[in-house]
């Protein structure tokens, strides 16, 4: 019987595995060809920013893979604030991107910086200084990605014939009583409404349900409670929470407070309330 099972489950296997191999050869070709009409966009954009609309934007220049190069034909000044919105307004976040202005005849990168989907990886530096009148060049360096990769797909399709006999295993198992761990001890638990919070876990508890807090989330909320009803100056959550990264990026923090609002819907009396011009406040009817 297991070797009637294992001629059935090999042949699968290897059929996945090349499906997928080649399945990805067509999706990277319509993946480049993709990026690359989003990057000559973004070379017209620079364009119309710099109040240019007679010049062209060269053909992007693919430097190797994952490396584009967007040129110009004529000298333009750039401003960092209006490159960052450019490149937020047009981008494709699948992945992470490095972005580099470089000066033509030295090549030397004069400003550079990094976008993600997840606003608080992105680094942003030295907005507001605008880069005067010349020749520039734009490089966009995308952070590895998922391929198809003989490497990556012969462990996937080793574990996919693990896990179809791993069913086959279970099923022949007597079904085990299951254990239901008992709820969070109050030892430390702040109330909160409703909720209870315990600042070492980095979760609140609502009845018997457990949600599940972020690093950056449990700091912000530790902030909060400490002074509830109280308005928290937008200035010193940022300091407290990321003064050890170095950078912040402002859309941060109001990301996350939103993310935190939508954890503490289960309890109409507790929300965050922005106070224009100066900070949050918890709130607890």
Not at 73 to 102: C, G, Q, T, Y
Not at 182 to 197: L, M, Q, T, Y
Not at 232 to 243: C, M
Request: charged share 25%.
């Amino acid at each position: 019987m297991k070797r009637r099972w294992f001629i059935l489950i090999v042949p699968c296997a290897l059929f996945l595995f090349f499906a997928v191999r080649g399945s990805d050869k067509i999706d990277a070709s319509y993946s480049d060809q993709k990026e690359l009409n989003m990057l000559r966009n973004i070379g017209h954009m620079v364009l119309l920013s710099n109040r240019d609309s007679v010049s062209r934007v060269l053909p992007v220049k693919i430097q190797k893979p994952g490396v584009y190069r967007i040129s110009f034909e004529n000298a333009l000044a750039l401003v960092p604030d209006s490159l960052v919105n450019i490149m937020k307004r047009n981008f494709d976040f699948r992945s992470e991107w490095l972005i580099e202005v470089h000066e033509n005849r030295s090549d030397e990168i004069v400003y550079s910086f990094s976008l993600n989907k997840d606003s608080a990886k992105e680094v942003i530096a030295c907005r507001g200084r605008n880069l005067p009148e010349n020749q520039y060049s734009i490089l966009l360096r995308v952070a590895p990605a998922q391929s198809g990769n003989l490497f990556l797909w012969i462990p996937l399709t080793a574990l996919a014939v693990i896990g179809v006999g791993a069913v086959f295993v279970i099923r022949k198992r007597k079904s085990q009583p299951q254990i239901i761990e008992p709820p969070i001890k109050d030892d430390g638990a702040i109330p909160v409404g409703r909720f209870r919070f315990y600042a070492d876990l980095q979760q609140l508890q609502l009845d018997d349900e457990v949600i599940e807090l972020t690093g950056k989330e449990n700091h912000i909320l530790s902030i909060l409670i400490k002074s509830p009803n109280e308005v928290i100056d937008r200035a010193r959550i940022q300091k407290e929470v990321w003064e050890d990264e170095g950078v912040v990026v402002t859309r941060s923090l109001d990301m996350f407070i939103s993310k935190l609002r939508k954890k503490l819907q289960g309890d109409p009396a507790v929300n965050i309330v922005n106070v224009h011009g100066k900070g949050y406040r918890l709130e607890i009817a």
